[in-house]
């Protein structure tokens, strides 16, 4: 007879227990099973039988109040042909046999005459008597007291779990397999039960394989020591379970475990017992960030599984913060970092669809166009934020290094959206990893689940984008709609120098070739062997910065001889590329292309400002130097344009702004009302919005409060203002900035009313000088309230040289306006330019010069004191 004490590890039966010895050093403890004597409990049952009635009550009885608790047994006779033990344990120095029968859950065996006169045998009657008398356990008469147990599955794993899936269920861990794999009895929702064998959802304990026909024993390392730790803490325990997935055989159950001292797969995996398991953790009920966090502590600690763990090496500048400068596929990206440097960058663990061969104008796209444009949208100028997770050799599939990192926007993984709605897959590695690698396979899981992008059921979409400018022939087609149509929107996909782009129209679902007008833009080397020209290299660089792969408006004014569409590009609605590129110096005005422009005043002042700061193309130039003229060719006559005009703003007596009496005149009177309704319902600016000068605002008019069109040409920072001009009718004011707001896109479409001018062929003081103020007061009376004819004389940088006419009086020179400020002292002529010295306008300055006469003969104004006045000069206004 031996005895001691011992932990309660299971309970079999009411009558059969399995008691646990102290740890060993190197193992798990021993263990033995004991029978109580005396006594006979009902037995569960199995796949082949049933339960006896009251079993598995009588069972949880005792598994309640015995399994992990420390008791005294003692055994008190061994059956040699089975070498089964059978004895008394005790639990608070009480006989367990004694507890049972008084409760009712186990009834007296047939007792030997060796041991009638043992004091417990006489006791147990005692006890069965009362259980009877009471119909307590066993002896209940107000049912069978059987159960209704499932031991394996009445239909498919799948089926199984779509009723039960991500409900949690009561359950008993009857069982341990290894430290990952359980036999669990699961209670259902309608009160029967099911046996399963379930692997926990997340993690891969080591195996433990042994005593299967046919196939070696395996025992990995820590696989006995992570067995144990699932035992002592789980074995018999009552659990909840949540079936979370059926595994790629159709067969095997994953679920999550959840006891109320923690999560067992947690437990495992923070004690290097077991690993993350890639593909179930993306079903963990709550995520697998907690699995991975505590896999991470493990390695740290190298313990058990990771005792031979090397951390990897990150490389230099492994995390950066840059701008996206270009979308390359979609799944890669160029960014330009702050110091400067463009690296290409993959997005780590994920793969978008690739471009299928392409037909003659077609382009058929699995997918590749949609994620292509997803990144754009979401990155292309965007501020982000790099990791770099792995760097990948050089290989077949990729010939040059490849850094695969995290981009994030903010907090968003622009790889985890791509992948969430179906527009890449992700690429299963056990070494090489995104930060990110599960929410990534969460996300593709999900993706699958709603038939999202490429798991669509639906076939590949296909793209067909005809080329607008394949031909001049072709693009003398597309012309006369793209005129008609005001502002395009359009996509920039290549820049071949800073004037000339390739873009996407997505609405027409075509492509064109596009030439800013008005400009000279030096070229740049299309090829490493090639020579840029002077500053092409920096032009080519500033506006690929800022309108690579961006939306952009464009406004078609005409055709070259290759079939590439001339005009206007808007980036931000209102900036202006080729006014920028002026700005800095890059480009130079095209005097032909740009005087046709109704954008030429806007070009002409910002090349001015260039050579005034003398940047770049102009850094050798004085911007007060007088340029060389043109040979004039005097065999043809000049070309004058006839308009008719009113002034609506004088700056001086011969500087001034006129309308252009037309049927967009018309067109301005209704927006200026339809602009005032606007502001009425809406007149305040967004948040953080500054207006910047060159933009197109709205403005509220200090005279009459009322809303007009204007153009931000100063900010005065120390009094929270702006100087405007009111591009309708050319005066100017400094406004607060709450008087100023964005101007909405749909007034910007009607061009500028208001162009700048000066009269011909003659200089008149400013206002600043002798005679301005009196020169000024007197054209105001020539020209108030009158229709009047202006004869365009020269255009030059953007204004208008005009002689005009009150054609209610007449139309001869010496009549003009012009004509009217020479004689009266207040204007003299300038003959110094091509366009006086033509022979078919020798005539009208020679008039001119007559006037000049008399009002010095008379000494009117300028001549009050003689003739002191230098004819010629060079500065108009």
Request: overall charge positive; charged content about 30%; some cysteine.
């Given at each position: 007879m031996s005895s001691g004490k011992a932990v309660v590890k299971s309970v079999l039966s009411a009558d059969m227990v399995v008691l646990s010895g102290r740890p060993r050093a190197g193992g798990p403890p021993a263990t033995r099973t004991l029978g109580l004597n005396y006594i006979q409990a009902p037995k569960l049952g199995n796949k082949d039988r049933a339960d006896e009635p009251f079993a598995f009550a009588a069972r949880n009885f005792l598994r309640k109040l015995l399994v992990g608790k420390e008791v005294m047994f003692r055994v008190d006779h061994t059956i040699p042909s089975t070498g089964r033990e059978y004895g008394a344990i005790y639990l608070n120095q009480e006989n367990l046999a004694h507890t049972l029968v008084r409760e009712g859950w186990a009834d007296i065996r047939e007792i030997r005459a060796a041991e009638a006169g043992n004091v417990d045998v006489e006791a147990l009657y005692s006890y069965r008597a009362e259980a009877q008398a009471a119909k307590r356990g066993i002896w209940a008469e107000d049912g069978s007291g059987v159960r209704k147990a499932h031991y394996t599955l009445d239909g498919s794993a799948d089926e199984f779990l779509e009723k039960v899936k991500g409900k949690q269920l009561p359950a008993i861990i009857e069982s341990i397999r290894d430290g990952s794999t359980v036999r669990a009895c699961v209670t259902l929702p309608n009160g029967e039960y099911q046996y399963l064998t379930l692997m926990i959802s997340g993690i891969r304990a080591p195996i433990i394989r042994q005593g299967i026909a046919n196939t070696d024993d395996l025992v990995e390392p820590f696989a006995e020591e992570a067995k144990y730790f699932v035992e002592s803490r789980l074995l018999q325990r009552e659990v909840r379970v949540i079936l979370e997935l059926v595994g790629q055989n159709g067969q095997n159950i994953f679920a999550s475990i959840l006891h109320p001292a923690g999560n067992i797969a947690e437990a495992l995996v923070s004690n290097g017992l077991a690993k993350v398991a890639d593909w179930s953790i993306t079903h963990v009920t709550g995520g697998p960030s907690v699995l991975r966090e505590a896999e991470r502590k493990a390695q740290a600690s190298k313990i058990r599984l990771?005792?031979?763990?090397?951390?990897?090496?990150?490389?230099?500048?492994?995390?950066?913060?840059?701008?996206?400068?270009?979308?390359?596929?979609?799944?890669?990206?160029?960014?330009?970092?702050?110091?400067?440097?463009?690296?290409?960058?993959?997005?780590?663990?994920?793969?978008a669809p690739s471009r299928l061969p392409q037909q003659k104008g077609i382009e058929i796209a699995s997918f590749d166009y949609e994620a292509k444009e997803f990144l754009r949208k979401r990155l292309i100028g965007k501020n982000v934020h790099v990791t770099i997770d792995y760097v990948k050799p050089p290989s077949d599939q990729f010939p040059e290094t490849t850094e695969c990192g995290t981009v994030k926007v903010g907090e968003v993984n622009v790889a985890e959206q791509l992948v969430l709605r179906?527009?890449?897959?992700?690429?299963?590695?056990?070494?090489?990893?995104?930060?990110?690698?599960?929410?990534?396979?969460?996300?593709?899981?999900?993706?699958?689940?709603?038939?999202?992008?490429?798991?669509?059921?639906?076939?590949?979409?296909?793209?067909?984008?005809?080329?607008?400018?394949?031909?001049?022939?072709?693009?003398?087609?597309?012309?006369?709609?793209?005129?008609?149509?005001?502002?395009?929107?359009?996509?920039?996909?290549?820049?071949?120098?800073?004037?000339?782009?390739?873009?996407?129209?997505?609405?027409?679902?075509?492509?064109?070739?596009?030439?800013?007008?008005?400009?000279?833009?030096?070229?740049?080397?299309?090829?490493?062997?090639?020579?840029?020209?002077?500053f092409g290299a920096e032009a080519l660089d500033f506006v690929s910065r800022r309108c690579q792969q961006r939306e952009v408006e464009v406004e078609v004014e005409s055709l070259d001889k290759t079939g590439g569409f001339i005009g206007t590009m808007w980036l931000n609605k209102t900036d202006n590329v080729a006014a920028q590129l002026l700005e800095e110096g890059l480009a130079t005005v095209h005097g032909y292309s740009a005087d046709q422009s109704k954008h030429a005043t806007l070009l002409y002042s910002a090349e001015r400002s260039a050579k005034q700061a003398r940047k770049n193309l102009w850094a050798n130039v004085d911007p007060n130097a007088v340029e060389e003229e043109e040979e004039v060719d005097e065999t043809k006559p000049a070309k004058k344009e006839y308009l008719d005009v009113v002034v609506s703003e004088i700056i001086s007596g011969g500087h001034f702004y006129v309308q252009v009496n037309n049927q967009n005149i018309q067109g301005l009177e209704k927006m200026m009302s339809e602009l005032g309704i606007h502001h009425k319902a809406s007149s305040t600016a967004p948040d953080n919005w500054k207006p910047r000068v060159g933009e197109t605002v709205s403005a509220k008019f200090t005279e009459d409060n009322q809303w007009y069109r204007a153009k931000v040409t100063r900010n005065v920072a120390e009094s929270k203002s702006v100087e405007v001009i009111y591009v309708d009718y050319g005066n100017s004011e400094v406004i607060p900035l709450t008087r100023v707001v964005p101007l909405p896109a749909q007034f910007s479409k009607l061009p500028q009313q208001a162009q700048e001018a000066v009269l011909s062929y003659v200089k008149v003081p400013t206002v600043k000088e002798d005679y301005g103020i009196e020169a000024a007061n007197r054209f105001r009376d020539l020209v108030a309230g009158r229709n009047l004819v202006g004869v365009v004389e020269q255009r030059e940088h953007g204004v208008m040289h005009l002689t005009l006419y009150d054609p209610t009086i007449s139309q001869d020179p010496d009549r003009s306006l012009n004509a009217e400020m020479v004689r009266d002292g207040l204007a003299t002529v300038f003959t110094k330019t091509r366009y006086a010295r033509h022979p078919s306008n020798q005539n009208l300055v020679a008039k001119f010069q007559e006037s000049t006469s008399l009002a010095k003969r008379e000494r009117l104004n300028l001549f009050e004191y003689g003739d002191n006045t230098a004819d010629d000069e060079d500065s108009r206004y």
């Open positions: 990771w005792q031979d763990h090397v951390e990897k090496a990150k490389g230099q500048d492994h995390e950066f913060d840059g701008v996206v400068a270009r979308v390359m596929t979609g799944d890669t990206v160029i960014v330009r970092n702050n110091k400067g440097q463009e690296r290409k960058v993959r997005l780590s663990n994920v793969k179906g527009l890449a897959d992700v690429i299963k590695s056990r070494e090489d990893r995104s930060q990110f690698y599960d929410q990534l396979l969460v996300a593709e899981t999900k993706a699958k689940t709603d038939g999202k992008g490429k798991h669509s059921t639906k076939e590949a979409p296909k793209y067909k984008f005809s080329d607008a400018s394949e031909n001049a022939t072709k693009a003398k087609q597309f012309l006369p709609f793209f005129q008609r149509g005001g502002r395009t929107q359009a996509i920039v996909e290549y820049v071949a120098n800073g004037s000339r782009f390739k873009l996407i129209i997505p609405k027409e679902n075509c492509k064109m070739t596009f030439v800013l007008g008005g400009v000279r833009c030096p070229r740049a080397a299309r090829t490493p062997a090639e020579k840029s020209e002077p």
